[in-house]
């Protein structure tokens, strides 16, 4: 179920006990690793982070009133979710975050196209999961995207 939630701190208290801590640890390292610029908010019912209008006034292309999305955490039924648009658009920093993880975790990873997704929170990568938001700037996210859209 899609929280309701309008701020990224009514989220956090929203959650079952069992997930606040590593939903905030999570939120954390986030925040101490992303590259200046993306704008903290709510977006499809996540704590998401992305490029502000401010910045990039085009928005996202599926609906333009929505800031372009870089990077989303969600609590989901059976599991926390990473969602990291960078996984999806950079085959290069996709293939790294494969590589390291195992250095990281023991259990196998489980990923989407652009989801991470953890069952245990135990063994959420906190390190990891810093230096994968620290390796795209807003402004690489920026070229990324565009390059992307003139392609399809």
Request: with cysteine; proline share 7%; net charge positive.
């Amino acid at each position: 179920m899609q929280s309701t939630a309008a701020t990224p701190q009514e989220y956090l208290a929203s959650l079952p006990e069992d997930r606040k801590a590593a939903m905030q640890k999570l939120r954390d390292t986030i925040v101490a690793h992303l590259p200046e610029g993306f704008k903290e908010g709510m977006g499809y019912g996540m704590l998401c982070w992305a490029v502000p209008h401010s910045v990039y006034p085009a928005g996202y292309h599926c609906d333009p009133k929505t800031p372009l999305p870089f990077l989303s955490i969600a609590s989901q039924k059976n599991f926390i979710a990473l969602y990291h648009m960078g996984l999806y658009a950079d085959k290069a920093i996709n293939d790294w975050f494969v590589a390291e993880y195992p250095k990281h975790v023991k259990n196998k990873l489980d990923m989407g196209k652009g989801c991470v997704r953890f069952k245990n929170v135990s063994l959420i990568p906190y390190e990891l999961i810093g230096q994968l938001v620290a390796k795209m700037t807003m402004q690489e996210w920026i070229e990324r995207y565009e390059s992307t859209l003139k392609k399809g």
